[in-house]
């Protein structure tokens, strides 16, 4: 039987009380995330601007405290979401910003043109998906002022660009917007089912 050393008897107790304390770290851990503030961590999202993470306990504290404010107080409010996409094919980070609902309207129209039928009511023509990513992506891509990182005149340009980074920025522009593919399809849908007297000269679609 071999004899051990009391420094090799203190190292043992040593690594046992390390391996002790960092199980015991983590059980402290995982009862902090399990107990943590919703309404602390629900303000420090908004503050971020992060709202999409919001959970349903987190939404359920700020809806308890919420103040009612006024529509002036409201408009005031800097509501814009944005995200940061690092595009490995360019090797550059590119912020990508929420739409306005105007921004929405005028995009989800302009998927949708138009001709009358024989009764001379609007009916769906055709959908147009030419550059359907790059068209959206022109329009949230922000250069480092906050202005537009591309100009409607460089959609063409953009569309040939590499597809999968195409893909990944458009994405994001569809997460910060709600901008998924059943909203697309509804609003198509309404579009197309909308009376004549809706559709004027004014509308972001083409009605021929």
Same mark, same amino acid.
């Given at each position: 039987?071999?004899?051990?050393?009391?420094?090799?008897?203190?190292?043992?107790?040593?690594?046992?009380?390390?391996?002790?304390?960092?199980?015991?770290?983590?059980?402290?851990?995982?009862?902090?995330?399990? %107990?943590?503030? @919703?309404?602390? $961590?629900?303000?420090?999202?908004?503050?971020? &601007?992060?709202? +999409? =993470? /919001?959970?349903?306990?987190?939404?359920?504290?700020?809806?308890?405290?919420?103040?009612?404010?006024?529509?002036?107080?409201?408009?005031?409010?800097?509501?814009?979401?944005?995200?940061?996409?690092?595009?490995?094919?360019?090797? %550059?980070?590119? @912020?990508?910003? $929420?739409?306005?609902?105007?921004?929405?309207? &005028?995009?989800? +129209? =302009? /998927?949708?043109?138009?001709?009358?039928?024989?009764?001379?009511?609007?009916?769906?023509?055709?959908?147009?998906?030419?550059?359907?990513?790059?068209?959206?992506?022109?329009?949230?891509?922000?250069?480092?002022?906050?202005?537009?990182?591309?100009?409607?005149?460089?959609?063409?340009?953009?569309?040939?660009?590499?597809?999968?980074?195409?893909?990944?920025?458009?994405?994001?522009?569809?997460?910060?917007?709600?901008?998924?593919?059943?909203?697309?399809?509804?609003?198509?849908?309404?579009?197309?089912?909308?009376?004549?007297?809706?559709?004027?000269?004014?509308?972001?679609?083409?009605?021929?």
């Amino acid at each position: 039987m071999t004899t051990r050393t009391p420094a090799q008897i203190q190292a043992d107790i040593d690594a046992n009380a390390r391996e002790v304390l960092a199980a015991a770290g983590a059980t402290l851990e995982a009862i902090k995330s399990q %107990t943590a503030d @919703p309404l602390a $961590s629900g303000r420090a999202k908004l503050a971020a &601007h992060n709202t +999409a =993470s /919001l959970t349903d306990e987190e939404l359920a504290a700020l809806k308890a405290v919420a103040p009612r404010r006024s529509g002036i107080e409201i408009l005031a409010i800097d509501d814009q979401e944005t995200a940061d996409e690092y595009v490995p094919q360019w090797d %550059t980070i590119i @912020p990508i910003r $929420s739409m306005t609902g105007t921004e929405r309207d &005028h995009y989800e +129209a =302009s /998927l949708v043109s138009y001709q009358r039928d024989a009764k001379g009511q609007p009916q769906v023509k055709s959908i147009e998906l030419d550059n359907l990513r790059a068209r959206l992506i022109s329009l949230v891509a922000m250069d480092g002022n906050g202005g537009r990182l591309w100009t409607q005149q460089q959609v063409l340009a953009l569309g040939e660009k590499n597809a999968v980074a195409l893909d990944q920025l458009f994405q994001a522009a569809q997460r910060l917007s709600k901008l998924t593919a059943p909203a697309i399809e509804a609003a198509k849908e309404a579009l197309g089912n909308a009376p004549s007297g809706e559709l004027g000269s004014d509308s972001p679609g083409t009605l021929e």
